[in-house]
């Protein structure tokens, strides 16, 4: 495990702020569920990806559809993919 030198104190709430440039590294983004492991006396965070989202909308819908590999679309992801495909082919 790789040491970032970074220290953060938890809140009243008991949250802790990952800092930006992580986020950034990582590709993390407000929002995104992270997924929380215990390992001894370690909290490790995961960007959390559930089998079957869809990749617009991150919703896991019975109605999603898998297009190609990897391209998992829930009904209102194929919306607003579909509507930015045709505002760009408008430019």
């Known amino acids: ?4 030198g970074v220290v953060r104190k938890i809140d009243q ?7 930006k440039e992580l986020r950034k590294t990582m590709s993390i983004n407000e929002g995104d569920p992270m997924e ?6 370690l909290i490790l965070l995961k960007k959390y990806n559930a ?28 919306e607003i993919l579909f509507a930015k495909l045709r505002d760009s082919q408008e430019v």
């Open 13 to 19: 709430l008991g949250r802790i702020v990952i800092p």
């Open 51 to 78: 089998q079957g989202a869809c990749i617009v909308t991150g919703d896991v819908l019975s109605e999603n559809k898998e297009y190609a590999p990897g391209l998992i679309l829930s009904p209102k992801g194929a």
């Open 1 to 4: 495990m790789k040491s970032t």
């Open 36 to 41: 929380i492991f215990v390992e001894e006396d």
